[in-house]
């Protein structure tokens, strides 16, 4: 064996044994649901070893990353570290089959008569867009998204048949003028990886119209039974998931920031889907609800007995 194949040997080793911290965890947040900082410890890795922890909130339930690397890491983890761990966003060509699912379900949960516009926020490649451009009912619609990763110039417009579809390289919080001419809003996988999610929600509230609905699909601990049982802390626990939702969690940090839950299904390997329309805050959403913490631990144990 070459030196250079033995150092990658020991380095590998030592990184399980050890674990490794690409970025230093210099934050300490409250919760983002009910603002406690009254947490109990429930992971002490993540996924590829990384030495990271997560807490449970004891108030409310809310599982999330603490202490946590800054928001200037974190900028610098999803430009250079998140595209060698789980690859480089390219432009889609066709539409993918989860956009066609999502698009059918949009189709069958909502009078789509009421909508102008989609608009794909964390966009990918535009995989999904294509989808919703290519399903009855849908393709009427005025279609965009952003993703500060998007593959392409700051501004680009695809095309699928006949539909335009416009995208843009930016945040959704760089686009409160694009906004407006859109009521229909899709966050597939974006609000697990929000450091502030409860800053998101209020303000696309504040930057879009009364009646605008919007899609979420992200984690719920709930269906631990539909997990993939690669384990808590080298499979499900992800720096890139700084939050892991139950239903509960979820549909409450939604409504306390003015987003009501109308509709809800399970999504493949363990996901939610919940589709909430533009309404007042509630804050009385945002109390905390003791009781949901145990239930929270018996979920998380309920995974781990099988899957480690």
Not at 143 to 156: F, H, K, S, T
Not at 166 to 192: K, M, N, Q, T, W
Not at 279 to 284: C, G, Q, V
């Amino acid at each position: 064996m070459n030196a250079a194949a033995l150092r990658f040997r020991l380095g590998t080793a030592r990184r399980l044994l050890l674990g490794w911290k690409p970025y230093p965890d210099t934050v300490w947040p409250a919760c983002a649901l009910c603002g406690s900082e009254d947490r109990l410890l429930v992971g002490r890795r993540v996924a590829f070893d990384m030495r990271y922890r997560n807490v449970v909130c004891r108030a409310c339930g809310l599982v999330y990353l603490c202490p946590r690397p800054d928001e200037r890491a974190f900028a610098d983890f999803y430009d250079r570290l998140y595209p060698k761990l789980y690859g480089k966003t390219r432009q889609d060509e066709v539409g993918s089959d989860r956009g066609t699912a999502v698009a059918e379900f949009l189709r069958q949960s909502l009078d789509l008569s009421k909508h102008a516009g989609l608009f794909d926020v964390g966009c990918g490649g535009g995989g999904l867009l294509r989808a919703v451009a290519r399903t009855p009912g849908l393709a009427s619609l005025r279609l965009g998204g952003c993703d500060p990763g998007w593959p392409g110039g700051e501004r680009a417009v695809l095309h699928e048949g006949a539909v335009r579809i416009e995208v843009f390289r930016a945040e959704v919080e760089e686009l409160p003028g694009v906004l407006g001419s859109y009521s229909l809003f899709v966050l597939y996988d974006v609000i697990e990886h929000l450091l502030a999610p409860q800053q998101f929600l209020t303000t696309l509230h504040g930057t879009t119209s009364p009646g605008s609905v919007i899609f979420v699909s992200t984690n719920a601990l709930d269906n631990w039974g539909e997990i993939p049982a690669g384990g808590w802390e080298r499979y499900y626990l992800r720096l890139a998931h700084t939050y892991t939702f139950t239903k509960r969690t979820l549909a409450a940090l939604l409504r306390g920031h003015g987003w009501r839950p109308i509709a809800s299904t399970d999504a493949p390997k363990g996901d939610q889907w919940v589709l909430a329309e533009r309404t007042e805050p509630d804050p009385a959403a945002l109390r905390p609800a003791l009781e949901h913490y145990r239930d929270v631990l018996a979920m998380i144990e309920s995974y781990r007995s099988p899957a480690g």
